[in-house]
């Protein structure tokens, strides 16, 4: 079932001089198994918006289906919400920081131990959540502290996935990595998804949206811009949005703009202007 | 979470918030001063502790200070409340008087004197949490700090460094806030991985706080050291000279606020002395009969 976020909006600081309306009665729906992007410029209530979908933060009105949970502004109402927070699961940007326990295994078995596991299956699962983010054996009895930052983002991560959630929003999962670090990030990401996990990024990186998402989420000052597939977005026109196109897309839509004739909303990667290129006479 | 942040400048634009942050300092520090003036007749302190209540209500309305925040940060009390008025209902007082027996638990009389005792201290500390909200909420951290080290100026003589003292505590003041985002975001962030702050029992609630308490020191600490090295390598030296960009200023309304204060000690004050002097001054005595018993 689709995740439904029916004219949520939310406000900080409710009635002090420093209200800010972080977001302005947004409507959509997020498919599920699929990946969706949520992109915008900084302070557009991306995070906001994670935060609310969870429950970790109620809105202000408006509410938020996700399969038997609804989410509204009366979070006492929904009593399992730490199921909820098990169904969806939030991998927080640097998620290094949350590191806490004496060794890898043990923190990433902490969520497992919240939930009741033993401590030997929680530990079994832990490794089976590190072998799938592609940690060593060798490291699993080491500090968390002693791992290069690109190590310590896949051990927090697995952190969140051994706990099997539903839906899987990651925030900035990439932010700050090596190309290859986030290479593996994302294709950690794919795995998930393949799993028929529900996956949903907040981002900066277009090429993110454009080459691993199926559908994108724009918003623009709190407020709901655009909500379809990565190649429609990039077809129109996006200078309002403060978001940069991809260089794919600014090749194609040069390309266009001299009078060759390719169709922009087909195109999804290189092969596929490629393809419309050869095609042509 | 929101009960931490208490007394947190809020950034109204009234009289109260124009004031000079020395002036309000010292005018905070007279009205403290003033609230634990002690007279001795009942009468006379109630009314006199009523007229300060009535003012510090007055100035709380004009800074904007919110009521409510004062009622969070008194139910925070509620302990302390409980533990005064236990310590003066079980603690005997020579100065009670033995007439005013209000019940016995077992053998032991507690006296009326004893509420009315520990009502009045409590009101007193009430008055006292109000001041000192009023200032905070009212006055920028770093305006503060300034004011501090102006205060400590003097004391350079001594070759007190008061430069790096003020430095040390504005950074502090300045590292709340973010400190206080980042347990919000590292307590999100476990909640996610089903850590439940507010429920369980004790073990529980200790293992919680340690998925809180060891991630925030970690990011504390990387943060200062980030911070240390940026200043140094803008070069900062605490020994140096430097120039200032916010000039603190006095004002008339400074001086009139000032004035308003000091009047306001120096009645508290002489109330104070004629007690002393004459002893028993009887306020309600001196409105009703208008013949003073001295």
Partial sequence: MAIKINHLSYVYLQKTPNEVQALHDISFEIPEGKITSIVGHTGSGKSTLIQTLNGLIAPTSGSIEISDFIVTSNLKKLKKIKELRKHVSIVFQFPEYQLFEETVEKDVAFGLRNYGYKDEDAIKKAHEALSKVGIDKSFYKRSPFELSGGEKRRVAIAGIIVLEPDVLILDEPTAGLDPQGSEVILNLIKEFNKQGKTIIIVTHDMNIVLNRSDHVVVLNEGKLAFSGTPSDLFAGDVSSYSIDIPALFSFALLLKEHGVGVDISKIKNVDDLAAQLKGLK | ?294
Avoid: C
């Avoid at chain 2, 005018?27 to 009942?42: A, D, E, G, N, P």
């Avoid at chain 2, 980030?226 to 200043?231: D, G, Q, R, Y």
């Avoid at chain 2, 004050?269 to 009703?288: G, H």
């Fill in chain 2, 1 to 294: 979470m929101n009960n931490l942040t208490f007394g947190r400048y809020v950034p109204f634009n009234t009289v109260v918030h124009r004031l000079d942050p020395r002036n309000k300092i010292l005018m905070m520090i007279l009205l403290l001063v003033s609230i634990f003036f002690r007279v001795s007749t009942w009468s006379t302190a109630l009314i006199l502790t009523g007229f300060q209540f009535l003012i510090l209500i007055g100035i709380m309305l004009l800074a904007h200070v919110s009521f409510k925040s004062l009622f969070k940060s008194l139910s925070m009390m509620w302990i302390l409340i409980l533990f005064l008025m236990i310590i003066y209902i079980f603690i005997p007082n020579p100065a009670y008087n033995a007439d005013h027996i209000a019940f016995h638990i077992g053998n032991y009389a507690v006296n009326y004197d004893a509420f009315v005792q520990a009502g009045y201290i409590i009101f007193r500390l009430v008055m006292m949490i109000m001041i000192t909200m009023i200032l905070t909420s009212t006055t920028k951290p770093m305006d503060l700090t300034y004011a501090l080290e102006w205060y400590m100026t003097p004391l350079k003589i001594v070759r007190f460094p008061s430069h790096i003292v003020a430095m040390t505590l504005s950074i502090a003041l300045r590292f709340i806030p973010t400190l206080l985002d980042e347990t919000q975001r590292i307590m999100k962030a476990q909640s996610s991985r089903g850590v439940d702050f507010n429920h369980g029992g004790l073990i529980r609630r200790v293992r919680a706080l340690i998925s809180l308490v060891i991630p925030l020191f970690v990011s504390a600490i990387s943060r200062s050291e980030e911070l240390s090295n940026a200043m140094e390598a803008r070069g900062y030296d605490p020994y140096g000279k430097r120039s200032r960009y916010r000039i603190l200023s006095f004002h008339f309304v400074d001086l009139v606020g000032f004035v308003f204060v000091v009047a306001i000690f120096g009645a508290m004050l002489t109330f104070l002395i004629l007690d002393k002097k004459y002893m028993n001054v009887d306020f309600i005595y001196w409105i009703f009969h208008a013949k003073p018993n001295f």
